[in-house]
């Protein structure tokens, strides 16, 4: 069975720091695209960050210059780290990971459990 572990949220003071961690295990095959996701209330599921097997990693506007991507796609690790964070940042935030064809169809695709960031004073 596939797990994907999230860790590191919590509560944090606006214009603090965070580091989101996720580990994969159980019988994962095969992934190129690792990324991060967040959901506030009231609001739809947006990507925050993904990267690409040997690509550049890829931002949400609204985190770039704050938020960096970092990970290891055979370790199946993937990590996010949030800087001058704002309450607008408050949400859930799910780790991902799949497998895309040339076609850009999805083969594989898996989430974690979710971990929740708030940011308040």
């Known amino acids: 069975q596939v797990q994907l572990v999230e860790s590191g949220g919590g509560l944090v003071q606006p214009g603090g720091s965070k580091r989101l961690s996720c580990a994969a295990s159980g019988s994962i095959v095969n992934i190129n695209v690792m990324g991060w996701y967040r959901q506030a209330p009231r609001r739809q599921r947006e990507l925050v960050a993904t990267?690409?097997?040997?690509?550049?990693?890829d931002y949400a506007g609204s985190v770039k210059g704050r938020f960096t991507i970092s990970g290891d796609h055979a370790k199946k690790l993937v990590n996010l780290q949030m800087n001058s964070l704002k309450p607008e940042d408050t949400a859930v935030y799910y780790c991902?990971?799949?497998?895309?064809?040339?076609?850009?169809?999805?083969?594989?695709?898996?989430w974690g459990q979710g971990t929740q960031v708030t940011v308040s004073s």
């Open positions: 991902n990971m799949r497998l895309i064809n040339n076609d850009g169809a999805i083969l594989n695709d898996y």
């Open positions: 990267f690409t097997s040997g690509g550049s990693p």
